[in-house]
């Protein structure tokens, strides 16, 4: 979960004392990208959590989505001061920014396309039109219309220089995403301009498909938790527009798949990263399975390959324990069982932690503090060793169960795997008023029922809410409540009139393509 930064504000400059938008980040972080396809997933069950964040009424991750874009949009141009920084951004040669405020522009894309599809009820249009605004007037001076390559300088011992792509800046694939967004918002408005954004969208793609080499670990698993994003930059062109994607997109998505099940085939079906290395020998991989999984589920929806979604689920199992320490990747502390902050059920959490460093998550729930080094892997003939738990007795970095600290920027690629994880198992259905027969065309005044079949099934003791669209011809959609038919049924329902005002009638849930839909003709 991302947890909002420090800031302190002077009469004459901005200084970060903890990073921005989130802990220990700078704008990379991409967090509104992630986010809002967070909610679009499973819109309804968001809409539970209402207590954390804000006026207690919205969604919590709404309000969270507000908070960055609204970030986003007061530091599009800030490069100032910054309390910690492990190198500096821009392309060789060129002069040096201490904050990446380009990546800004990708957070307020994701905002502008979310305002369209579910966002007007709580930002106003003209906040939007500002967001909008700045992506539009800085898009091509901020290179957001592009693969940018070699752009951010580390002094990180584990990826030093002028990589190709960074985690802490570019990553192989966010252009895809952001001029996606920005063509999803710009045909939606009157004075719009999609046709050049969804072309820089293409081009983006169309790089990927003829750069990306997975033999080449700086494309792979030494982009660490930025690896993710690449395979789920084509997923995601093929969700939301399928008839635009370049060709050859869903070739190179198989080629990815035949590569990766490959380097799964293993016991615990770990990504290994050569026959002799299974793991780094000296640092986490939180952005491997963790996040690999959601790339896993992404892939696997768009080539039907129920095989390659298993080998999601076992990333899924290698987070809570199914791994060489057998533990989740989560450290069980005193402090995080003191805020009930801890996955119940869970029995051992990673026995090392270090809690006090940049990002200061020791205290936040969900956090994932570490993987399994290379050594930890045993090979045939050989023998691991282990050692006590250090759970809440302080930091412990770089030790036998290796951890530093949790990371907003490593819970992403988990995020994104719970995002993904739905794919190919909502259902929306019409069906005539005995719940039974599915109908393609109904008569006006004819009562049918809604079907839902999702992931809103939190308590098995009881029948639980949620809600679908209707939109009726070319409408705005209207929220439609639906009731589980009995608990822990995961089957949601509502009786609905069709009206005699309409031709056709569509019942969605979850946008973007990460949901489920249905239309119905009315005679």
Known sequence: MFVAPKIRYMPTKRRYTGGGPSRDQGSYGLETTFETLFYASNPALFDRWTAELGDKKTADLIDLILWHGEFAYHHVDYNGPVANRHGT?????????????????????????????????????????????????RWQAYDRHKVVRHWTQSTKWVDEGFQEFNEMGNAFGQSVFSNLFMYLSEKEDADRQPDQYLRWAQESAEDIIKNW???????????????????????????????????????????????????????????????????????????GAPALGGSMFAVAHLLGDRELRDIGWSQVNFVFGLN???????????????????WEGVENGWPRAHPNGYGMLGKVRGTLDGTPLDAQFPRPGSSVPTSDSTAGKGDHIGQNAYATEGWAISNRGWMATLTFAPLGTQKVQVLDATGKKPLKTGKAGQTVTLELTAALNQDPAKAEAGWVLVKLDGNDPIQVP???????S?????????????KQATVSYGYWGLGATTTIQIR
């Open 490 to 502: 995961g089957v949601f329902v509502a009786r609905y009139r069709l009206p005699a005002s309409a």
């Open 324 to 342: 060489p320490v057998g533990a989740h990747l989560s450290n069980k502390s005193p402090e995080r069982l003191a805020i009930n902050g801890y």
């Open 89 to 137: 951004l821009g392309y060789e040669g060129q002069p040096r920014m201490t904050y990446d405020y380009w990546n800004t522009l990708d957070q307020l894309a994701a905002v502008c396309a979310a305002y369209h599809t579910f966002l007007k009820p709580y930002l106003p249009r003209q906040t939007y039109l500002n967001y909008r605004n700045e992506c539009r007037k």
């Open 213 to 287: 080499d997975f033999n080449n670990s700086r494309h792979m698993w030494w982009i660490r938790n930025a690896e993710h994003i690449t395979p789920q930059a084509l997923a995601f062109f093929l969700l939301v527009a399928p008839d635009k994607a370049p060709k050859g997109t869903r070739e190179k998505l198989m080629a990815w798949r035949d590569h990766m099940k490959q380097k799964t085939a293993n016991f615990w079906q770990y990504r290994v990263h050569s026959p002799t290395e299974w793991a780094h020998p000296r640092t986490k991989e939180l952005g």
């Open 482 to 488: 639906v009731q589980e038919t009995t608990p822990d």
